[in-house]
C-alpha cells in the first residue's frame, strides 16, 4: 500500500510538472516578449540537446534562433546570450539583477552552504569577501609580492628543460607540455597559499601531500563532468537521486582534511615565530582571523583557498569549476604555444621582439612585460580564439530584465557564450584565423572580448593570470626554438569540459638558442 501511494504520488508530481513546462508562459503586462526557444520535450525541456562541447551545441541554437535565446532544462529556465550587445545588456544596466550564481548541489557542499566568494550570493557578506580578497590576494602589491615565487616556477622548469636537452637530432628533444605547465600552475599557487612547492627542484612538500592533492583533483574532474540533474529537476532529489551528493561530501570531507593541515601548520609557524619569510595568502586570513575571529573561521578561510585552488580542478570542469588565473594559465599558455607552433611566421616575430627588447645576457623578468606589446597581442588573440571558459561562469536573475529586447524573468540562470562573441564575423575580421596584429593599437574595446567575464562578478584573478602567461610564454620563446613533430600542423580539437582544453596534450621539440646557453649554463 506504501508503494502503491509513492509511485501515485510520484505519477501526480510528473503530471504537474509536465502541465507546468508545456504551458505557455504567463503574460507580462510588457509589450516585449519572452526570447525565443526551440520546441522542448515534456520534463527534460531542452536537455536532450544539450550536446558536447556545449558552447559549440549553444552556439549552433543561437544561429538558428538568435543570439538571445530561451531554454528550459528540467525545471530551470535558462537564457543563453551570444551577441556583444546582449552581453553588455546583462553587465551593465542589468549588473546587480544578474550579480548572483544559482544554487547547485556543487555550491552547498563544496561552497560551505554557499558562503564562500565562488558561490555566495550578491550582498554584504559577498562584497567584503571580495574586497578582502581583491586587497589581500589579487592587488598590484600582492601579486608583486608573489613575482619571485613565479620567476623561480619559471626559471626552474627552463632549467629542466635545459638539463634534459639532447645532442643528438639536430639537438631537439620532445617533450610533453600540459603536465608541465599544470605542476607550474600548481606550485606557483600553493607557493602563494601555503609556502609549499610540491614539484621539481626545491620541493617542500611531501610526495604523500602531492600525491593526496593529485588524486583529489582527479575526483574533482570526475565529479565536476556528472552534471547533478537534480539541480535542474527537483523531484529526483525526493526520490533517491543522492549518489552525487555523497560522493560530493566524502570530497569535501578529504579536501578539508587537506586544508587543515596546510592551516594548521602555518598557524603553528605563527605561533612560535617560524612563519614564512613571505606572507602567505593563509597568514594574511589568519591575521584577519586573530582580530574577528568569528567572522573569519576556517571555514572562511577553507573557501578562499578552494577558490584559488579549484582552478586546478576544472580542466575537465562542470558548470561550477571555473574562477581565478591558475587554470586560464594552464590551459592558455598551451594553447597559445600551440598556435604558434601553427604559425612560424608569428613565432619569429614575438622572438624577435623580445630579442630587441631584453637580449640574450639574461632572462627575461616581470618588468620587461609591459614593453612586449606584441606578446600581449598573442596573449590576446589565444583567449578570443580559446577562452579557458567558453561559456561563463553561470549568474541567475534575481528580478525581471530585459535583454536585447526581450524579457528575462526573475530566477533565470544566465549562460554567456564568449566563445561564439569572440568569433563573431560582425565584429572581427578573418575571426576563425589567428592574427595577433589585430590587437595592434586596441581592438577589442567593449563586449567583444570578455574571457575574464564581466560587472560585478569579474574574475578577480585576471591580472595574475596575465602576469604569468605573459613571463611563462616570453621565457620559453626566448631560451628555446621550437618545434611541431613532424610536418602535420598541431591539433587544435577541443576536448571534454567547460574550460575547453586541448583533446591531445602538445607535444613539441624544443632545444636551446646557441645565444642562451651561457645564461641558461647558470641557472
Not at 13 to 39: A, E, F, G, N
Not at 263 to 275: F, L, N
Not at 493 to 520: I, Q
Request: proline letters at 7%.
Amino acid at each position: 500500500m506504501d508503494d502503491l501511494l509513492f509511485y501515485l504520488a510520484l505519477l501526480l508530481t510528473v503530471l504537474l510538472l509536465s502541465r507546468l513546462i508545456l504551458s505557455p508562459p504567463p503574460k507580462h503586462p510588457s509589450s516585449k516578449s519572452p526570447p525565443p526557444s526551440p520546441p522542448s520535450l515534456p520534463l527534460i525541456g531542452h536537455l536532450h540537446l544539450f550536446k558536447k562541447p556545449l558552447h559549440r551545441t549553444l552556439a549552433d541554437l543561437s544561429l538558428k534562433y538568435g543570439p538571445v535565446l530561451s531554454l528550459r532544462v528540467g525545471a530551470r529556465p535558462v537564457l543563453v546570450v551570444s551577441s556583444s550587445s546582449a552581453a553588455e545588456d546583462c553587465f551593465t544596466k542589468n549588473d546587480i539583477a544578474f550579480a548572483n550564481r544559482p544554487r547547485f548541489l556543487a555550491g552547498k557542499i563544496l561552497g560551505y552552504e554557499f558562503t564562500s566568494q565562488a558561490w555566495a550570493p550578491y550582498g554584504d557578506h559577498w562584497r567584503n569577501l571580495r574586497r578582502i580578497t581583491t586587497v589581500g590576494v589579487y592587488s598590484t602589491a600582492r601579486v608583486n609580492s608573489f613575482s619571485p615565487i613565479r620567476s623561480a616556477e619559471i626559471r626552474s622548469i627552463v632549467k629542466c628543460f635545459f638539463a634534459g636537452r639532447s645532442s643528438i637530432d639536430g639537438g631537439f628533444t620532445k617533450v610533453e607540455l600540459k603536465s608541465v605547465f599544470f605542476d607550474l600552475a600548481f606550485n606557483v599557487m600553493m607557493e602563494m597559499i601555503s609556502g609549499k612547492k610540491y614539484h621539481g627542484e626545491g620541493a617542500t612538500g611531501s610526495r604523500e601531500e602531492a600525491e593526496e592533492f593529485r588524486k583529489i583533483v582527479e575526483e574533482s574532474f570526475q565529479l565536476a563532468a556528472a552534471s547533478n540533474l537534480g539541480d535542474f529537476m527537483p523531484v529526483l532529489n525526493r526520490v533517491g537521486f543522492v549518489g552525487l551528493e555523497k560522493r560530493l561530501l566524502r570530497l569535501r570531507k578529504r579536501r578539508d582534511a587537506f586544508f587543515d593541515r596546510l592551516i594548521e601548520e602555518i598557524r603553528s609557524k605563527r605561533k612560535t615565530g617560524e612563519a614564512e619569510k613571505r606572507e602567505t595568502i593563509i597568514d594574511v586570513f589568519l591575521s584577519l582571523q586573530e582580530s574577528d575571529a568569528e567572522y573569519y573561521t576556517d571555514e572562511i578561510i577553507k573557501g578562499v583557498i578552494a577558490v584559488m585552488w579549484i582552478n586546478l580542478a576544472s580542466t575537465s570542469g562542470g558548470p561550477y569549476l571555473h574562477w581565478g588565473g591558475t587554470d586560464t594559465t594552464a590551459v592558455t599558455t598551451e594553447w597559445a604555444l600551440s598556435h604558434l607552433l601553427n604559425n612560424p611566421e608569428t613565432l619569429k616575430k614575438a622572438r624577435d621582439e623580445i630579442d630587441t627588447v631584453v637580449g640574450h645576457d639574461h632572462m627575461l623578468e616581470e618588468s620587461s612585460l609591459p614593453n612586449l606589446p606584441y606578446l600581449h597581442d598573442i596573449i590576446s588573440e589565444t583567449l578570443r580564439l580559446c577562452p579557458a571558459g567558453p561559456l561563463l561562469v553561470p549568474h541567475e536573475s534575481t528580478e525581471e530584465c530585459m535583454v536585447g529586447g526581450y524579457y528575462v524573468a526573475p530566477g533565470t540562470m544566465l549562460l554567456v557564450n564568449a566563445w561564439m562573441i569572440h568569433r563573431d564575423p560582425s565584429l572581427w575580421e578573418e575571426p576563425t584565423k589567428f592574427k595577433p596584429e589585430r590587437f595592434q593599437g586596441g581592438g577589442a574595446e567593449g563586449y567583444k572580448m570578455i574571457p575574464f567575464g564581466s560587472g560585478r562578478r569579474r574574475c578577480p584573478g585576471e591580472g595574475l593570470a596575465m602576469r604569468l602567461l605573459g613571463l611563462t610564454l616570453g621565457i620559453l620563446i626566448q631560451c628555446f626554438e621550437w618545434k611541431r613533430i613532424g610536418e602535420e600542423e598541431v591539433d587544435m580539437m577541443e576536448g571534454p569540459g567547460l574550460t575547453m582544453p586541448k583533446e591531445k596534450p602538445l607535444e613539441a621539440m624544443y632545444r636551446p638558442w646557441p645565444y642562451m646557453v651561457d645564461v641558461l649554463s647558470q641557472l
